[in-house]
């Protein structure tokens, strides 16, 4: 029988149908990617077989018991904490562990070691971005849609090599594109990627450069009148102090030409329907909340 599930690689979350042979394919009824599948989720299949996997403990190379095993760690962390003090040991989590297992592994490490240096994926990769929606928008709720990259006119790629690292999602604007030639494109990017061969206009922002290229942006939608300033009055906290920090900001610092500046803030405040998408070139920084 097969079992409808969800892909666990990027966080597009694709939908598949399992098979208990290892037979994979896409679920057509699910909204993520309406049956397509990217090379990861086409070869999750093979993840199923044990050859070459470790399936014991193994100590300097030859296979041991749990107990052993768990003796031994248990010795070396000891040894680490008299020798030292307990802030010399440290944990490095998974992304997918599960609610109770982290509290397992956090209160093994405060509760029991006395040190705080527990980290996992999932806080190294998405944290700034949670934190910023939440301050953004008072929730960590993406406030989008995939739909809506479809019936954009314009959509702005921010830090995102979409083509490489979320590809069903490059696939869905690509065939969007295709079916709406009229659509644009923008790649925001250091870096000249698979991803611009999409785009209409590839801005080859200096790093950390997004920051003054979208507060130069804010500070002409403002002095061009582009601004719903009753939507403002309604739903916007802190757009004073946000626009005179973009009127202070230099566009120039964004490493893009007035030419390339003109261009893009043209084809924003011409078009109704603009949608951004970022990835974590953006929230992988050191200012990558704000």
Known sequence: MSTCTTCPYCGVGCGVIASPDGTIKGDAQHPANLGRLCSKGSALGVTIDLEGRLLAPTVGGFETG???????????????????????????????????????????????????????????????????????????????????????????????????????????????????????????????????????????????????????????????????????????NGFEPALAAAYATDAAASGLSADDLAVFYSMWTGTEKVVTVYSQGVNHSACGTD
């Open 66 to 236: 749990w107990d052993e095993a768990i003796g031994l760690v248990a010795r070396k962390f000891s040894e680490a904490m008299r020798v030292h003090v307990p802030e010399s040991v440290e944990s490095y989590a998974s992304g997918e562990f599960l609610t109770d297992d982290y509290y397992g592994a956090i209160k093994l490490m405060k509760g029991f070691v006395g040190a705080a240096n527990i980290d996992t994926n999932s806080r190294l990769c998405m944290a700034s971005s949670v934190a910023g929606h939440k301050r953004a928008f008072g929730t960590d709720t993406v406030p989008g849609t995939y739909e809506d990259l479809e019936e954009a006119d314009l959509i702005v790629l921010v830090g995102s090599n979409l083509a490489w690292c979320h590809p069903v999602l490059h696939q869905r604007i690509a065939a969007a594109k295709e079916a709406r030639p009229e659509m644009r494109v923008v790649n925001v990017d250091p870096r000249r990627t698979a991803t611009s061969q999409l785009a209409d206009l590839h801005l080859s922002v200096a790093p950390d450069g997004d920051v003054a290229l979208f507060n130069g942006l804010l500070a002409h939608l403002a002095t061009t009148g582009r601004v719903n300033q009753a939507y403002v009055e309604a739903h916007v």
